[in-house]
């Protein structure tokens, strides 16, 4: 099923901080349980990172913290720059353009037409200098709407289909629950119907039952929708509920990849077993 | 050399040195190829602090010559302080002709105002700019703001609008109403009110804009389109003096202001002092073309 339906292919993806050496990949990584060149003392983020993910497929990438997963989606949506590697997105300049290299101008376009980031913090995700309804028109103006009506529309109709009080939408996110602001800015990110979605803990910090009814809503929105998403989580339990697909990080590495069911059921790596264990 | 009568001083024709000059008139030269982009420049000093209209006065006194005929207006008004002093310096300094006419000034410096009558291509108009950037509401960082023009990043711009018509139902920027040039930069037109926002637009002369104590230097060239920011259902529109009319001259199509008697009574009076003169004594001049006072001018006759 490799090259036939895909939607991003990420290859050789590496964000190293500092001055690094030529041996300071291969001295670094699960095999060495360290981040850190011994050599020149930079800090490999995450390196050779290789997938594909297809049309509306859910991909987890889970890993304790430190292990580069946060990384990887902020590399992805242009938060951070890459050390190297490249991505491809479907329909973007011939499906061949490499959308890690291209004008800062470009990839504000990606960022607005073709991805959407949840933040585990809203405050990231969010300016909360303005109105919920405000930041969601934020992304509908920068796709070129300048209609308010319509704005209001659209926002209106996200924020409900998130769960969101409508009559609140004018608002700033500051007055509202953590729950809420996280549900407003899922609402920011669809809100130009991307075929990507990037979560980045997006449950953390959450109480429990906020947890499960944020979770079904992501659920739901991604089965009417058809995104595809990569959900970055250290909590197993939102890996099994969300995804179809896991990658499972150390050290800034890909330790396993593979069927959810089948990372869980049967893990093959040693950290992947300690993390299933410790679930149970 | 310019002698300066009381303490016997002697300064370079216009006040500025020569080369500082044509560093001015070249950072003009740019400005004017870039519609609405900010080029930075030396701002020298002057005898008076930045930001009491040095901006326009580098530009003014990096253009004049002996046969300029000179004109400032303050709000408006040929006869406040600012415009009287600043006046009184170009004079000393250059030896000018001045004058209150707006038709019979070739360069005219302004603080918030567009005159009331119609520039013609030989005239050139030149702004005192306190802020000359319009994103400064919206981004504090001067780094962020020149990316964002860099980039035609103008999305927090249009959100704070956006947000502006939600709490208040209009969007509320009276004075120095963010404007696009060219189809390219946002620029802020100086706090010039909205009623002379549209006669940026495609005009004969040109106008420069001086930021003195921001360093910073723009134009409008002739014939530039400059358009409102204004959303496909929420338009801009400008100052209404609707049932209102000057108390001196009986007009009712000129900007207005709004004065106070001592008995707690308003009265109106039309804002462009030489344009009131003009009024009073001779023929009216001829107004600028602009849609939204057409609009008016047809309701007013209309209504009579």
Known sequence: ?280 | MVEEKKFHRQFNYAFIDERTKKEIRRKLLKAVCIPGYQVPYSSPEMPIARGWGTGGLHITLSLIGKEDTFKIIDQGSDASVNACNLRDFVKNTTDCDTTFETSKATLIQTRHRITEEELKAHQIMIFQVPQPEPLRGVERYEKKTREMHAEADYAKMWVSLYESFVRFGDIMRGAGYPVKVNGRYVMSPSPIPRWDIPNLSDAECLYLFGAGREKRLYAVPPHTTVEPLEFEDVKFKIEQFEGLKCEITGEQIAFLDELYGSDGKTTHVVNDSDFMDQIKEKERPIQWVNRYLTEKIEKTFNKN
């Not at chain 1, 050599?39 to 580069?68: K, R, Y």
């Open chain 1, 1 to 280: 099923m490799d090259n036939k339906e895909w939607l991003l292919k990420v290859e050789n993806l590496t964000k190293i901080y500092g001055e690094h050496s030529v041996n300071t990949l291969d001295k670094t990584g699960p095999l060495f349980n360290s981040n850190q060149c011994p050599e020149t003392g930079a800090i490999v983020a995450c390196a050779n990172i290789d997938f594909t993910l297809h049309p509306g497929e859910v991909l987890g990438i889970v890993g304790e913290s430190g292990s580069g997963k946060s990384t990887l989606v902020k590399l992805l949506y242009f938060d951070l720059m890459a050390t190297a590697g490249s991505a491809y997105l479907k329909g973007y300049k011939n499906d061949n353009t490499n959308i890690l290299e291209v004008s800062n101008q470009q990839k504000r376009f990606l960022r607005n037409h073709k991805m959407g980031m949840v933040y585990q913090n809203p405050r990231d995700g969010l300016n909360f200098r303005f109105s919920s309804g405000g930041n969601i028109a934020e992304k509908l103006l920068m796709a070129g709407n300048f209609h308010v009506g319509s704005i209001r529309e659209r926002a209106s109709y996200l924020l409900e289909s998130t769960e969101v009080p409508v009559p609140r939408m004018d608002e700033t996110p500051e007055s509202f629950s953590g729950g809420m602001q996280q549900r407003v800015q899922i609402s920011k990110a669809i809100a130009n119907n991307p075929p990507l979605l990037f979560l980045d803990e997006v449950t953390t910090g959450l109480d429990v039952s906020v947890q499960a009814k944020l979770l079904d809503m992501i659920r739901r929105l991604q089965q009417d929708l058809n995104i595809a998403m990569i959900v970055v989580s250290h909590d197993l339990s939102v890996i099994r509920m969300l995804t179809d697909r896991t990658i499972v990080m150390k050290n800034g590495r890909i330790v396993e990849k593979g069927l959810t069911d089948q990372i869980l059921q049967d893990p093959q790596h040693g950290y992947t077993q300690l993390l299933v264990s410790s679930l149970l």
